[in-house]
């Protein structure tokens, strides 16, 4: 921490850089990757809260908690857009956003 502002430094050995000009763009870059994370964590927790407005509509209206084919869509569709990876990725999401079964 500096004493100056209480903030933390990235230096050369944070960062596994060899250069301090590395280190600055890497420490930038991280604070960018952190704000993102905050970004998606807010839309997961968004996603979250619409899919159980989502169950709630089709429990009291008779229907079943989950719609495995609407998941298979959200499986495709992540799918195409990253590749394996992203299938797995929407299954964490799913999972998240249909809370306990």
Request: charged share 25%; aromatic share 0%.
């Amino acid at each position: 921490m500096t004493a100056t502002t209480g903030m933390a430094t990235t230096g050369v050995a944070d960062t596994g850089a060899r250069t301090d000009e590395a280190a600055a763009l890497i420490g930038g870059a991280r604070e960018r990757i952190d704000a993102l994370d905050d970004r998606i964590i807010g839309l997961i927790q968004e996603r979250i809260a619409v899919s159980a407005v989502i169950q709630e509509a089709r429990i009291s209206s008779g229907g079943r908690r989950v719609s495995l084919s609407r998941e298979m869509e959200v499986l495709a569709h992540y799918r195409d857009a990253l590749g394996k990876p992203g299938t797995s990725l929407a299954m964490t999401l799913l999972e998240l956003c249909r809370g306990r079964i």
